[in-house]
């Protein structure tokens, strides 16, 4: 069979009022990823070469979210908000030469599935010219109804303009739809605003298409997959269905989560099979955990990788460029940042470590500290394979450990530590015998 050609377009005019925010809805995240961007990921994966944004004044930003995800994207200003048709019109520029598939998408409609989109297409592939997303709604009244008679989707009715029987059904449009690319902008062109709000509905393209002898079907998308958001409670709503689908992935793919609902993902954690992540661990963005590693409770990571049968936590900070090779251990209240923890290496107590390098097998003692950063400039911190940094070590980057050196326990470097040296930098023990006895008997008397 011959590959179909495939084209997305987002509508995102809407400011979105109910947010009550200074920046457009669509721009609002979702596990660390702006809502438009994931509508965008899911239409590239289902296939779409390219991408038309409709946007209001100002979006900039919203177009750039977008690119971020696909280059192939166009964008089109929408200055007055006239409907949903109006809006998609005014993509037109983008349906002169229309692909075979053309999909409507919202971008403030962050969860609908690859998947999903891929069916529709199917859909247009075994002979629909129009292709409607239902859900069945629990809450029906603010939706479009879905009207069917024999398979044959046969018109879409707002709320507002639906009779008392029509307002009973409970299948509602989810506001996606998949056209012909041949018959769109025909059908398109034909829709009036002679409706209750005076707007252009891209719904009545349904009928419309009817009329003229398409062939239109609806499909059924779960709820919670569809759902849209116009307030910080429904985007909180969305969140919280995205991390149920990311734990369950997440255990589906091989890994425990031993208290799943405490777990948080962002939109691009990898996590191999065999790992372990105890409760109430946080990831943000770019991580990726390999297999059989293990990361502890009330961790924290972002921007990091951590290798297979590394142990984490509990309470570690995982900051990015954070790099654990193979079996490196990072233990409770250590924070790393950009540094290569190698090889078996271990980081166990109280311990920052940033812009370094700890070589294979080091031990870093409890509450070393990297210094590096004199206010002005970050600096690089070398520690050779084997070395033992004492307990409560300042290392005043830039300076660099040779392998196997020890570092005494309380010693500030500010030079190079040579190989296999015990070097430290703290003034020697004395003691006075018997002080601290006339000391106490001198002031308990009188
Ligand atoms: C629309 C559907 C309704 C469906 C509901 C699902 C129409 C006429 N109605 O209703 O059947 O049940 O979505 O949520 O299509 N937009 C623009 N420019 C416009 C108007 C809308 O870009 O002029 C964008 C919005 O930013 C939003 C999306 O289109 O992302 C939907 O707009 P909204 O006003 O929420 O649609 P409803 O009228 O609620
Ligand atoms: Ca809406």
Not at 93 to 111: H, K, N, R
Not at 391 to 418: C, D, M
Request: charged fraction near 25%; aromatic fraction near 4%; glycine fraction near 8%.
């Amino acid at each position: 069979m011959m590959q179909r050609s495939c084209q997305a377009i987002i509508l995102a005019a809407g400011q979105g009022t109910r947010m009550k925010s200074s920046k457009p809805k669509v721009l609002h995240q979702v596990a660390h990823l702006p809502m438009v961007s994931h509508v965008a990921k899911a239409a590239i994966n289902a296939g779409s070469q390219k991408i038309s944004l409709v946007v209001g004044p100002d979006m900039d930003p919203v177009l750039k979210a977008v690119r971020s995800i696909h280059k192939n994207v166009q964008s089109h200003q929408q200055i007055e908000r006239l409907g949903t048709a109006h809006a998609v019109l005014a993509a037109e520029s983008d349906l002169g030469q229309p692909l075979d598939d053309v999909i409507i998408l919202y971008g403030d409609t962050p969860l609908v599935e690859s998947q999903t989109i891929a069916s529709m297409r199917a859909a247009l592939s075994n002979g629909a010219d129009v292709v409607v997303l239902g859900f069945r709604a629990e809450k029906p009244d603010p939706y479009g109804r879905l009207l069917e008679e024999e398979g044959q989707l046969v018109a879409i009715r707002e709320a507002k303009d639906a009779s008392e029987d029509e307002l009973k059904v409970d299948f509602c449009n989810a506001g996606i739809m998949a056209f012909s690319g041949k018959i769109i902008l025909q059908l398109l062109k034909r829709i009036d605003n002679d409706n209750a709000q005076k707007e252009y509905y891209l719904t009545d393209a349904v009928e419309l298409a009817n009329r003229s002898g398409h062939k239109v079907v609806a499909m059924e998308a779960e709820e919670a997959e569809v759902q849209g958001v116009n307030s910080r409670l429904e985007l909180a709503r969305v969140e919280a269905t995205f991390q149920q689908r990311a734990r369950l992935n997440a255990m589906t793919e091989g890994a425990t989560l031993q208290d799943p609902e405490t777990v948080y993902f962002a939109h691009d954690t990898k996590i191999g099979r065999d790992v372990v992540i105890e409760q109430n661990v946080v990831f943000g963005p770019g991580v990726e955990v390999a297999d059989e590693a293990t990361i502890r409770a009330f961790s924290h990571l972002e921007g990091a990788k951590v290798a297979s049968h590394c142990v984490i936590g509990p309470y570690a900070r995982l900051r990015p460029g954070a790099d654990l090779r193979e079996a490196a251990k990072v233990g409770n209240f250590c924070e790393v940042k950009k540094a290569v923890i190698d090889q078996g290496a271990k980081v166990n107590h109280l311990s920052y470590i940033g812009d370094a390098h700890v070589g294979a097998k080091a031990n870093i003692g409890a509450g070393t500290i990297t210094c590096n950063y004199d206010g002005f400039n970050k600096s690089k911190t070398e520690i050779g394979a084997g070395a033992f940094i004492g307990s409560n070590s300042a290392l005043v980057a830039p300076v660099i450990v040779e392998e196997g050196a020890i570092v005494g326990a309380g010693s500030v470097i500010t030079k190079t530590v040579e190989a296999n040296s015990l070097t430290l930098t703290r003034a020697k023990q004395m003691a006075l015998s018997n002080w601290a006895t006339k000391f106490r008997e001198k002031n308990s008397k009188g």
